[in-house]
């Protein structure tokens, strides 16, 4: 894909990401996208920052460090770390990223606050809620979501900023809809539980049902295909 076509597609979400929020209602700074630039070569990515973007969602460790090496002069560039996250890769993401999508257990948790480098701003972390109670998804229940969320605010090298999930997908906008109203009702309680805490951030929507989720109250959408199209197959 060249740089002009990452014009045109960034462009293209924008203005998607616009006429969501404008139907919703809502404030057309409200949410913000996330470009999801995994298995996207580096090059791709200095595209799109030319383009204006910042914030870049990355799911495979070593590659988002090749990535952020080759890229060490854009010094402005948000690195957000959405996959699934093992103890052992605690270190270089609390190390390397700005934010953290898919937190579901404590134990990952500490370990992120333990090794975030003093000299950093806390980690901004998000954790991620099985929200549409599937066998083969990752997060936490939402009946354990109040025990975790205490947990993470507790530790001193991470601010607890929201929740991201990935639903079970749908075509139909009604349906899409209804998993992303009841995360928005889990942070909407965990920010009646604490007030004081900066529980901003509902980081949910991808590309096939980008305006259900703002409907419903996103602020962090993560679009991969929309802006970069089709990832190739993994080995």
């Not at 999801?36 to 988002?64: H, M, W």
């Not at 066998?135 to 009946?143: E, F, I, R, T, Y």
């Not at 809809?177 to 995360?183: G, I, Q, S």
Request: glycine share 4%; net charge negative.
């Amino acid at each position: 894909m060249t740089e002009v076509a990452i014009d045109e597609t960034l462009e293209a979400a924008r203005q998607r990401l616009a006429r969501a929020l404008d139907a919703a209602g809502r404030p057309p700074y409200a949410a913000e996208l996330l470009a999801v630039s995994k298995t996207k070569p580096a090059d791709l990515i200095r595209a799109a920052y030319a383009c204006g973007q910042r914030a870049f969602g990355e799911n495979y460790l070593q590659e988002a460090l090749d990535k952020q090496q080759a890229l060490t002069d854009l010094d402005d560039i948000a690195w957000h770390f959405i996959g699934p996250l093992q103890s052992n890769k605690t270190r270089q993401v609390a190390e390397h990223f700005a934010w953290v999508h898919s937190i579901e257990r404590e134990k990952v948790a500490r370990r992120l606050s333990e090794q975030r480098p003093a000299d950093l701003a806390p980690l901004n972390v998000c954790l991620q809620v099985n929200i549409s109670a599937e066998a083969s998804k990752a997060g936490v229940s939402l009946d354990a979501l109040p025990a975790l969320a205490e947990a993470v605010m507790a530790l001193p090298r991470l601010q607890l900023r929201g929740l991201m999930a990935i639903p079970a997908p749908s075509d139909d906008p009604q349906h899409q809809r209804e998993p992303f109203a009841r995360l928005r009702h889990a942070l909407e309680d965990l920010q009646a539980r604490y007030p004081e805490a900066p529980l901003d951030t509902l980081s949910m929507g991808m590309s096939d049902d980008l305006e259900a989720a703002v409907a419903e109250g996103a602020t962090l959408v993560r679009l991969g295909t929309a802006i970069f199209g089709q990832r190739p197959p993994r080995d």
